[in-house]
């Protein structure tokens, strides 16, 4: 049986006989919980938290793929390379929540082909890809660190306010008076606070991370307990960015909003911060897996790979450029322009 997409229930391939997911409040309420960050980093997590697993080791791309116990050998969905299972156990920390996939992949197909046929510049065989129906789509849950934070922090800098100074200059031979724009500065300090929930850091290195962070936002209200019967007929890649790790990428993706609303805080026209001295308090993190339809499109030799929210459709992804049809635009613009000045120089 396989997780229907859109639906809470599995369906039998064969005789369509469906069977519901169960689901309570107090399981959604699980789906949510958190773990203390500091306990789990020094390895005190509770043994329910820990789960024992195969995974399939990619030798060429290096992801981590987790398949049903009784396959042996399979083809890795992120490069497609032929590999076998790795028959022995890896303990990890058990995904406590998932985003079912909401579109199937005859859905995520079409999203990526409009997404495909917007593309400028893109060569011919990307445009009969597009069209065509026999390219096959990867659905697969991707692992995710979730973190949540209360930050307090402490900046020092400066503020610009402009103001505007009249100048003489010669211009053409005449003399005219041109307005300056200035800056003024002041040093200031100040306090900012902002609590973080769910700061999402892709637990994977196997696909494009500016492409995958581009697919955001997910509706993470969605999200349900972990269990083994919403990945039926799926793939789950297994985390190879550990929590630690995980962690520094989450602290660098909350600095960058906390400085933002240092320069907001600062206001003026302009901003220089010289420091920003950051507390974190009540830090937690869950594990999650999101779901991902993939395909991958080859041209000239070269991999290029699309990626779609299975929840949302929003697509991103590589794209191989057409020299031809550039350089033939660049000529086109050329002569728009040659002709343009030849029309204004016989007026």
């Not at 299972?85 to 909401?102: S, Y």
């Not at 805080?265 to 991902?292: A, C, M, W, Y």
């Amino acid at each position: 049986m396989r997780f229907s997409p859109g639906q809470r229930s599995l369906t039998c391939e064969y005789c369509g006989h469906e069977q519901d997911i169960p689901h309570s409040e107090q399981e959604r309420d699980a789906a949510l919980e958190t773990y203390d960050l500091r306990e789990a980093l020094a390895h005190h997590l509770p043994p329910e938290a820990i789960e024992e697993h195969r995974l399939l080791s990619c030798n060429n791309c290096g992801a981590q793929v987790d398949f049903d116990p009784a396959q042996h050998a399979a083809q890795c969905p992120f490069c497609g390379s032929p590999v076998v299972t790795d028959t022995g156990t890896h303990r990890q920390i058990k995904p406590g929540a998932v985003l079912p996939f909401k579109l199937d992949e005859r859905q995520a197909h079409a999203q990526m082909r409009k997404w495909l046929k917007r593309l400028w510049f893109a060569p011919g065989e990307l445009k009969k890809y597009a069209r065509s129906d026999g390219s096959r789509l990867d659905g697969l849950y991707v692992p995710y660190w979730s973190f949540d934070s209360d930050t307090k922090s402490r900046y020092t800098g400066e503020r610009g306010d402009a103001y505007y100074e009249n100048r003489t200059v010669m211009r053409d031979g005449k003399k005219t008076t041109e307005r300056v724009r200035k800056i003024r500065w002041k040093r200031v300090s100040g306090r900012t606070a902002r609590d973080f929930r769910d700061v999402l850091i892709m637990a994977s290195q196997s696909l494009p991370r500016n492409y995958v962070r581009a697919l955001e936002p997910w509706m993470l209200g969605e999200l349900a307990p972990y269990t083994p019967q919403f990945l039926s007929g799926f793939r789950a890649e297994g985390y190879t960015v550990e929590l630690p790790d995980g962690h520094t990428l989450g602290l660098k993706r909350m600095d960058d909003v906390i400085r933002q609303d240092v320069r907001r805080s600062i206001g003026g026209d302009e901003q220089r911060i010289h420091s920003v001295d950051t507390d974190h308090n009540n830090e937690r993190f869950k594990h999650v897996l999101l779901p991902i339809w993939m395909a991958a499109y080859q041209y000239r030799g070269k991999s290029y790979r699309f990626v779609v929210n299975g929840q949302t459709g929003k697509v991103q992804g590589e794209r191989p450029w057409s020299k031809w049809k550039i350089a033939f635009a660049i000529l086109a613009a050329i002569v728009v322009v040659v002709g343009v000045a030849l029309i204004n120089q016989n007026r």
